[in-house]
Nanobody, 125 residues
Framework: QLQLVESGGGLVQAGGSLRLSCAAS????????MGWFRQAPGKEREFVAA????????DYAESVKGRFTISRDNAKNTVYLQMNSLKPEDTAVYYC??????????????????WGQGTQVTVAS
């Protein structure tokens, strides 16, 4: 069992930056692939970024490549999403999620077993 709590969301002007954090409870955090998803009003939840449990392998949605960076600190049971050059279209509720399977990065929300409650990110134009 893993519990996830996101923080760091807020209101920012276009071009600004935010860093989201996701703190996990559970001793096996280091064994999970971790992902960030987002959901805007009226839209489906979409993949943003993910990091494998081993090797530091990451991947990103095309819409955020070069602007967002995912990282993890297993000693702190925390995964981060650094978001730079934010755009109004990045406005959404951002969720972190954990995938317990030992596989390459999963891009579908259904493959993640544990979810946080979400944190709102609003980018003003």
């Amino acid at each position: 069992q893993l519990q996830l709590v996101e923080s760091g969301g807020g209101l920012v002007q276009a071009g600004g930056s935010l860093r989201l954090s996701c703190a996990a409870s559970g001793r096996t955090f280091s064994m999970y692939n971790m992902g960030w998803f987002r959901q805007a009003p009226g839209k489906e939840r979409e993949f943003v970024a993910a990091i494998r449990w081993i090797g530091g392998i990451t991947d990103y949605a095309e819409s955020v490549k070069g602007r967002f960076t995912i990282s993890r600190d297993n000693a702190k049971n925390t995964v981060y999403l650094q978001m730079n050059s934010l755009k109004p279209e990045d406005t959404a509720v951002y969720y972190c999620a954990a995938d317990p399977q030992k596989r390459m990065i999963a891009y579908s929300a259904v493959e993640y077993d544990y979810w946080g409650q979400g944190t709102q990110v609003t980018v003003a134009s």
